[in-house]
C-alpha cells in the first residue's frame, strides 16, 4: 500500500521563504507530498478547490491560508480533507487563537501530531464581492482602513507592531459611521467606529479583536467600538495587545448571532476579511457551522479561558 499524499500549498512571499520543499518532505516522510507554490492572487484558492480528501497544508500568512479556505468553501467543505497550517506571515492571527507556533519545527510537529478539532467557518455575502469564506476575523471601518495602511515598508519595519502604529494614524482623521445592524433579524442602529464580525479571536498582528470568540459554538462573534478619541485608543490599545478581555469597557457593544447584517448611509463601512478588503456594501455574514477539520497545537481550547 502506497503512503498517503497530503498536498502543501506555499506562499514563497510569506516569511521570507521559511520552508523548503526538500526539507517539509523530510520532516514528513511518511506522505507523499504534492507541492504547490503560489505566484499570485487565487493560486491558493485553486489548488485548496481541486484537493478532494486528505492533509491540506498551508505554508503561509492568513491572506493565504484565508485563500486556501475559499477554495475548500467553492468545493463544498470535503469532509475527507483537514487542514493544517505552518504560520509563515507577519501577524499569523488564525494560527494565535489555534495555537500553533510561529516556529518552523515546533508548527511541524504540530502538524505530524494531528491534533483536529472540527471549527465553523464564517460566509459573507454582498453585491461587490458576491460569496466569499472565512475562518478567523473580518473587521470594518477603522479596523479596515489600518489594514490597509498597514501595509508594505510600515509592516516590514515595524512588523507585528506596524498594527498600531497604523491604528494612531488612522484614528486621528476617522468619523464615526451610522449603521442599521440586524442580528438574526433583530435590528439594532448603532454608531460604530470599529466593527468587527468574528468566528477566532485575533486580527492585525495579535490584535485581541473578539476576546470572547469560540470557532466551535455555531455563532459569529460581533464586538462593536462606539466611540474611539486618542484617549479611548490609548486605553483599548494596550489591553487588546496585552490579550485582556476589553468587551465590559464602556463604550464597547458586543453580542452572538448566527446571522449578522450590516448597512450604513454613504460612506459604507469598509470591510476586510482575514486582511483582504471585500468593500463598503451592505454585507451578510453567517456561519457555516462544523464546516472544517483543521489540526490545532496542544494548548487550544475552544472558550477562551476554557
Known amino acids: 500500500m502506497g503512503r498517503p499524499r497530503a498536498r502543501v500549498i506555499c506562499n514563497p512571499s510569506s516569511g521570507g521563504g521559511a520552508y523548503d520543499a526538500d526539507v517539509l518532505r523530510a520532516e514528513f516522510d ?5 507541492w504547490v507554490e503560489t505566484k499570485g492572487p487565487g493560486d491558493a484558492s485553486e489548488a485548496a478547490r ?6 491540506l497544508i498551508v505554508a503561509g500568512g492568513d491572506g493565504t491560508v484565508n485563500d486556501a479556505v475559499n477554495g475548500l468553501g467553492k468545493a463544498g467543505f470535503p469532509g475527507k480533507v483537514t487542514l493544517g497550517i505552518l504560520p509563515a506571515g507577519t501577524g499569523n492571527d488564525l494560527a494565535a487563537t489555534l495555537c500553533i507556533p510561529d516556529d518552523p519545527d515546533e508548527a511541524e510537529a504540530v502538524i505530524r501530531q494531528g491534533r483536529v478539532r472540527t471549527l465553523d467557518v464564517a460566509r459573507v455575502r454582498s453585491s461587490g464581492i458576491g460569496e466569499r469564506f472565512f475562518i478567523n476575523v473580518a473587521t470594518g471601518g ?3 482602513e489600518i489594514s490597509d495602511a498597514n501595509e508594505g515598508e510600515l509592516k516590514k519595519r515595524w512588523g507585528k507592531l506596524s498594527y498600531l502604529r497604523a491604528s494612531f494614524e488612522v484614528a486621528k482623521d476617522f468619523d464615526v459611521r451610522e449603521l442599521d445592524l440586524y442580528l438574526d433579524d433583530e435590528l439594532r442602529r448603532v454608531r460604530a467606529v470599529n466593527m468587527v464580525v468574528a468566528n477566532c479571536r485575533f486580527a492585525g498582528g495579535g490584535w485581541l479583536a473578539a476576546p470572547r470568540a469560540n470557532p466551535e459554538d455555531g455563532l459569529l462573534d460581533v464586538v462593536i467600538i462606539e466611540k474611539l478619541g486618542l484617549g479611548d485608543l490609548l486605553e483599548l490599545a494596550p489591553a487588546s495587545m496585552t490579550r485582556t478581555d476589553y468587551l465590559d469597557r464602556e463604550g464597547v457593544f458586543s453580542a ?9 448611509q454613504p460612506p459604507g463601512l469598509e470591510f476586510t476579511v482575514d486582511g483582504e478588503v471585500v468593500g463598503d456594501e451592505p454585507a451578510r455574514f453567517s456561519v457555516v457551522p462544523r464546516a472544517l477539520k483543521v489540526i490545532v497545537g496542544p494548548d487550544y481550547v475552544p472558550e477562551p479561558g476554557g
Open 30 to 34: 511518511g506522505y507523499e507530498l504534492d
Open 50 to 55: 481541486e484537493w478532494p480528501e486528505g492533509l
Open 256 to 264: 452572538r448571532a448566527r446571522e449578522i447584517r450590516v448597512e450604513t
Open 142 to 144: 477603522l479596523g479596515a
